[in-house]
């Protein structure tokens, strides 16, 4: 099994910001579909954007405006930069890649993911 690091989780207020990172020796050349998702307690795990090997991102409307996903092919990582960060922002931060590239674009499932991080906790108080 792959494995996928994240970082750069913790603690921010309401509106404030944070980057996440997630590495791994599969990110050799950044062409698969790699994804960022959350879970928050007692929910559902739901994706937050994805990016595909041609750097077209998907972003959940919740999102849209606030947060970029966007790869570092030098460092082999993947990152979400999260701003205007809201209370109901605050879940377990997930990276997860696909074994390919192809419709990435509808792939937003859990089980469309085949590797995935430990995740990083992300906590925003008011």
């Known amino acids: 099994q792959e494995r996928l690091v994240e970082s750069g989780g913790g603690s921010v207020q309401v509106g404030g910001s944070l980057t996440l990172s997630c590495m791994s020796p599969i990110f050799v050349d950044m062409t698969r579909c790699v994804a960022w998702f959350r879970q928050a307690p007692g929910k559902q795990r739901e994706q937050v954007a994805s990016i595909d090997g041609k750097d077209y991102a998907v972003y959940a409307d919740f999102v849209k405006g606030r947060f970029t996903i966007s790869k570092d092919t030098a460092k082999r990582s993947l990152n979400l930069q999260m701003s205007s960060l809201k209370s109901e922002d605050t879940a377990i931060y997930y990276c997860?890649?696909?074994?390919?590239?192809?419709?990435?674009?509808?792939?937003?499932?859990?089980?469309?993911?085949?590797?995935w991080g430990q995740g990083t906790q992300v906590t925003v108080s008011s």
């Open positions: 997860a890649a696909r074994e390919w590239d192809w419709n990435c674009r509808t792939a937003v499932l859990e089980s469309d993911f085949a590797y």
